[in-house]
Every structure is written in C-alpha cells, then in structure tokens.
C-alpha cells in the first residue's frame, strides 16, 4: 500500500517528523504556568466530572451492568476514543493548508505531515487514556486481561481515521469546502453514534441504522471491553476493518496523484 520510496522518505526524515512532535506538544503549553501539567489536569478533570455528575445523574442506566461507576466507564470509553478520530480527521483535513508555507519554502516527503497529526493525537490519547486506566484500577473495575483486546479494535479505529483524514486533507486542498462540510458532518455523526447513550435506548427502526455507521461497531467494542468486560464481536468489526483498509488505500493513492499539484493550490 506505502511503496519503498515513501518509506525511504519518511525513514530519513524521521528527525523531522520526531522534532514536529515534540514542539507542536511544547508549544500546545508555551506560557502557561502549569505547563505540560495541563496534559494531566484536563483530562483527569473530565474523568473526575463523568464520574461524580454522571454516576449520580444516571445511576446504573445500562442492562446487565451492576457499578456505581458503570455508566461513568461507558461515557468515558466512548468520549475518550471519539475523540482520537475525531482529532486525526479534524487535523488531517487541514494539515497541508495549515502548513502552506512549509511546503512553498521547504522540500520534503509531504507525507510526513499527516504522520505527524496521527502522532501528536496518539501522543495525547496515550495521556488521557492512561489516567483511564488508572481510573478503573482504583475503582476495581479494571477488565483484566479483556483489556488486550482493545489493541486490534483500537489499530482498526486508527487506519479508518487515518485514511478518512488522508482523503479529506487532499481533497480539501482543491476544494475548501469539504473542510467546512466535514466539521458539521462530524458533529452529527457524533450523536448518530451511541457514546453519550445505550444503542438499546433507541427505536427498533432508528437502531437498524447504526449497522451503516462504522463508528458505532467500534464504540460499542470498547464500552463491552470496559464495562461489560466481554471480547468483541469480531464480526462486527469487520466492515469498518474493510473501509479502513479500503480508505487508506484510496487516500494514498489520491495522495500519490496530487501531491505535486498541491504547492500551487495552497
């Protein structure tokens, strides 16, 4: 899918991928008194609301599930992981606008641009993840070893963002607004998703409809992992593993088109 070249390109200026990392994070926190502190505090601060409004608003609102904490867990899941695509796609979709005059004045692999808002999202979704898991160890919800099977749910959520962000950064360079278009649409395909509720709360009818919403499969894998503490279905997982695969291949290719003609779009 990545040809010999690209990766001989992004082996080589791997510094410069390292170094956009770290001072894009750095500068995230510039001037702030607390620093890189804030990375902790904001994250350990929404943990701390989801739990104490919501487990006292909600009560124990999902079937099956007997905690204190357990709607609290699923909001969490949910919010925590929506927000690593939603990150990836919003910044992909404007990282070669955002970066014109890098890519006027200097030549490198454009490429590398896009992996460096892919790690800086992972970067801060290790941090707010882990004070997660921190969360349920001292709570006692801890899943156990069910835990490991979030790793290939999560390498799926992350190509599908990946290859939907490659298509859309492209896109958007020639046409400005599917920028604007993707930022509603991600508003509405937020709540189509069943993060902030229960699939099982929704009509009989609307609910047939979560089935064309990849998202929605993978969310639900995560809530079942943490929550219910069960192994996904992984059948379920397999048409968003497809479109992941299937966006990638796309958007590498669209990428591979039109990175020449990009520096004259911008």
């Known amino acids: 899918m990545i040809s010999r070249t690209m990766l001989g390109g992004i082996w080589r200026y791997r510094s410069f991928i390292a170094g956009s990392v770290k001072r894009e994070f750095q500068a995230k926190y510039r001037n702030s008194l607390l620093g890189a502190a804030w990375a902790i505090l904001h994250p350990l601060a929404m943990i701390v609301v989801y739990t104490v409004i919501f487990s006292q608003v909600m009560g124990n609102r999902l079937k099956g599930v007997d905690s ?4 609290s867990i699923y909001l969490c899941a949910g919010v925590l992981t929506w ?33 460096v808002v892919v790690l800086n999202a992972l970067v801060n979704f290790a941090i707010i993840f882990a004070l997660f898991l921190v ?42 607004d599917v920028g604007q278009f993707f930022t509603i ?11 902030v509720y229960p699939s099982s709360a929704l009509p009989e009818g609307v609910r047939a409809w979560l089935a064309w919403n990849p998202l929605a499969a993978l969310t639900a894998a995560y809530q079942g992992i943490f929550v219910a503490h069960t192994l996904p279905h992984w059948g379920s997982l397999l048409p968003a593993a497809l479109l992941a ?3 990638c291949a796309v958007g590498l290719q669209l990428f591979r088109k039109r990175a020449g003609e990009m520096v004259d779009e911008l």
């Not at 390498?155 to 958007?172: D, E, S, Y």
């Not at 649409?185 to 993060?195: K, V």
Request: charged share 10%; hydrophobic share 65%.
């Open 185 to 195: 649409a991600l508003q509405f395909w937020f709540w189509f998703t069943p993060i």
């Open 68 to 71: 204190a904490f357990a709607y």
């Open 245 to 247: 695969l299937l966006f």
């Open 83 to 115: 927000g690593l695509f939603a990150e990836i796609t919003s910044r992909s979709q404007s990282v070669f606008l955002d970066h014109a005059n890098l890519l006027k004045k200097l030549q490198f692999p454009r490429i590398c641009l896009p992996i």
């Open 135 to 176: 969360f349920l160890v001292l709570s006692g919800t801890f899943p156990g070893w069910v835990a490991l099977a979030m790793l290939p749910v999560l390498a799926v959520h992350i190509l599908f963002a990946v290859g939907l962000g490659m298509i859309l950064g492209v896109l958007n360079v020639f046409f400005r």
